[in-house]
């Protein structure tokens, strides 16, 4: 799990972040949800939430230069159709914790636009992700049916592309709210330590781990982090377990 580059927060250096992908490339089956799974080698599939202006103007050049693929979950209330009157230095500005809040995204446009997300999900590098609607916390929304439907209905359109992967915001779930969403989407995503057998997850919910803010382009996989996802799985069960008995707001 991914979010920004060259910035305040949630963020990786693109220098950090260059070498991470060189050494992705070079040890990893690279898989998007539904590829067949390797049984030779690890397999990895790199979400990048949020969609910020940093991803088309960092990593996506990364992305196409080590021929990669990757997932990019995308808020559509934040996109707007594209932007001529912001020089770049303004747009990577906003700080992470800004970018959704009140006009930010029209005066400021930290986010991708609809031009750039068009040529990022027509590359056949990147396939694009529901983040829900506004990026709200699912279970506090009065409107969780239109935060699904509405999101996947724009991306589809305006994109071209088929869109069946969920991106929980805030990686907050629980066992209704996974039931709606795969009313409308094969896959979904949350948090939690990553180690996935298969695409089906843990009840329906593939967890995550948090690649944000890395010291080193390769500690992440070393082998004493590696053994560390895989025991850290059997928790992700009590972790489901507690998220599905929490009551909706």
Not at 110 to 129: M, Q
Not at 208 to 222: E, G, H, K, V
Request: hydrophobic share 40%; with cysteine.
């Amino acid at each position: 799990m991914y979010h920004h580059v060259d910035a305040d927060e949630f963020s990786n250096p693109r220098s950090i972040l260059k070498d991470h992908l060189s050494y992705i490339s070079q040890h990893f089956n690279v898989v998007l949800p539904g590829d067949i799974l390797s049984e030779d080698h690890p397999n990895i599939c790199m979400v990048f939430d949020d969609a910020g202006y940093s991803f088309y103007r960092y990593a996506f050049p990364l992305i196409r230069e080590t021929g990669i693929r990757v997932l990019l979950a995308v808020s559509p209330k934040y996109i707007v159709e594209s932007v001529d009157h912001l020089d770049e230095r303004t747009r990577l500005s906003v700080p992470a914790g800004e970018m959704m809040l009140g006009n930010t995204y029209l005066k400021a446009v930290p986010f991708c636009t609809w031009t750039e997300l068009s040529e990022i999900s027509s590359s056949g590098f990147v396939k694009i992700a529901s983040h829900s609607y506004s990026h709200s916390n699912l279970l506090k929304s009065s409107d969780v049916e239109s935060e699904l439907l509405k999101s996947k209905e724009i991306l589809e359109k305006r994109l071209g592309q088929a869109v069946d992967t969920f991106v929980y915001p805030y990686g907050q779930f629980n066992a209704p709210l996974v039931k709606h969403v795969r009313k409308h989407y094969r896959y979904s995503f949350a948090v939690g330590a990553g180690d996935n057998k298969t695409w089906d997850g843990v009840g329906g919910v593939l967890f995550r781990l948090s690649a944000d803010n890395l010291s080193d382009p390769i500690t992440i996989f070393n082998s004493r982090n590696m053994s560390k996802y895989k025991l850290l799985r059997f928790r992700l069960f009590a972790k489901k377990w507690f998220m599905d008995h929490m009551p909706s707001m």
